[in-house]
């Protein structure tokens, strides 16, 4: 996988405002915050997107996303949140590195903002038990 700006804040090679690491994970604020508290969590993993991710680093992002995200609304005073994980450029990823963006939600509605447009379900039962025949 080529390298990214996150591979460098990775190694230290370039600043962030770090706000928790271990072994698998490194989390860090957003420098282009959507919202104030706006944070970046990241496997130490070399992975351009969540299905190439290792069950091992996903399941270490996944075991503190919940905290880092309860110390990011304390802090921030939001109550609200969303965890947003873009995958491919069509799907507005801009950094090719698995990350989990935490955006508060604040009252004065800074936050992410959601084009959602709910179709119908009309083959749930065959496209349900394709996907799980995968699995
Ligand atoms: P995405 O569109 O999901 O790939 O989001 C990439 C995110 O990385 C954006 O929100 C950027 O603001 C953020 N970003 C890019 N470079 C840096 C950096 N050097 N430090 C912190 N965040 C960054």
Redesign the pocket.
């Known amino acids: 996988m080529p390298e990214t700006?996150?591979t460098k804040?990775l190694r230290g090679e370039?600043p962030?405002h770090r706000i928790y690491e271990d072994e698998h994970v490194l989390a860090?604020?957003?420098?282009?915050?959507?919202s104030r508290g706006?944070t970046?969590v990241i496997p130490r993993e070399p992975a351009e997107t969540l299905d190439q991710l290792s069950a091992e680093s996903a399941a270490a992002i996944g075991r503190v996303l919940p905290r880092i995200a309860r110390a990011v609304l304390e802090v921030t005073g939001a109550k609200d949140f969303n965890i947003?994980?873009?995958n491919g450029a069509a799907a507005?990823?801009?950094?090719?590195h698995v990350?989990f963006?935490i955006i508060p939600m604040h009252a004065d509605g800074t936050g992410l903002g959601i084009e959602w447009r709910p179709g119908k379900l009309a083959d749930g039962a065959e496209l349900a038990s394709s996907i799980a025949g995968k699995l």
């Not at 860090?28 to 959507?34: A, H, S, Y």
């Open positions: 700006i996150f804040i370039i962030c860090f604020l957003d420098i282009n915050p959507i706006h970046l947003l994980q873009n507005h990823q801009a950094v090719f990350h963006h």
